[in-house]
């Protein structure tokens, strides 16, 4: 009996210290993607000009020389880091999580990764954009995969968010693959086409030409479970901060616009991001 709950309680504090080791497999895989990707690339060494704007709608002009791009080096891709930030799996179960992700200029490739716990056992997400695939993978106690998506829907889903984000870094939206149209003097409709498949959406600018949303229908939104449900998606730029002598966005929140209501999963405490680019 006694050798039976000495067992017991190794097997359990071997447990208890594996959920704890820094170590972590979708950390890695994660990390790797982007070494991998940084490796195989070469830094552009041009800056943003005036000739660069010529055929984009007035408000994306606008906020390039609100921002202070224009004479500013052109990224290759840009890293973002969240800390703390509520994610609400459920109305009802909200979770925090830190959040660390990267996006490339040449091709449309976004990769993010999640660190958090469920009831105190280490909870991890990888969301990635490949080669035209998306994919949401989410890991508990580290080994766990408590789901994986991936399909058509996702596919856009990840595409379009690619979109949402590429104002942050800017490159992206000189970018053959990304094509514009002029609304009015605050609003530009863009649309993305690679791999066979294209998504569209609708940035808002203020009058002083900071963006302020993004707006689409070309998301679903996926459960859990796997369960779907058609819904417009929002991104919003609450506030922003000087870096480098560059405007930045410092919070961003997600939204989906459900007919009962909004629902802020993303980042509804504020959390400030960190955006560096490279």
């Not at 990224?75 to 992700?101: C, E, G, L, R, W």
């Not at 889903?157 to 609304?183: G, H, R």
Request: include cysteine; glycine fraction near 6%.
């Amino acid at each position: 009996m006694w050798y039976l709950l000495l067992s017991g309680l190794f097997v359990i504090v071997l447990l208890i210290l594996f959920l704890h080791m820094p170590y972590s497999k979708t950390k890695k895989e994660f990390n790797n993607v982007i070494e991998n990707r940084v490796k195989s690339m070469s830094k552009t060494l041009e800056v943003f000009t005036e000739n660069d704007m010529i055929n984009l709608p007035e408000p994306v002009q606008k906020y390039f020389k609100k921002c202070g791009y224009i004479g500013k080096p052109k990224m290759s891709y840009m890293k973002a880091y969240y800390k703390n930030v509520n994610f609400k799996m459920s109305p009802s179960k909200t979770i925090k999580i830190d959040h660390t992700q990267c996006n490339f200029v040449k091709r449309p490739e976004r990769f993010a990764f999640i660190n958090s716990n469920l009831y105190g056992i280490p909870f991890e997400g990888l969301d990635s954009y490949d080669c035209g695939m998306g994919r949401m993978k989410g890991v508990i106690a580290k080994i766990i995969t408590l789901f994986d998506q991936r399909g058509a829907e996702m596919d856009r889903a990840c595409l379009v968010t690619y979109l949402s984000e590429s104002l942050i870094f800017p490159n992206a939206v000189l970018q053959d693959f990304i094509t514009w149209k002029e609304i009015d003097s605050t609003h530009a409709e863009a649309e993305i086409s690679c791999y066979g498949i294209s998504a569209a959406g609708v940035f808002t600018f203020d009058e002083d030409g900071l963006w302020r949303s993004f707006r689409t229908n070309d998301r679903i939104s996926v459960s859990m479970d796997g369960s779907e449900r058609k819904a417009p998606w929002s991104a919003i730029v609450e506030d922003y901060h000087q870096s480098n002598e560059i405007w930045m966005p410092r919070v961003v929140s997600s939204v989906w616009h459900y007919p009962e209501g909004d629902f802020i999963y993303f980042n509804e405490n504020g959390s400030k991001i960190l955006i560096e680019h490279y």
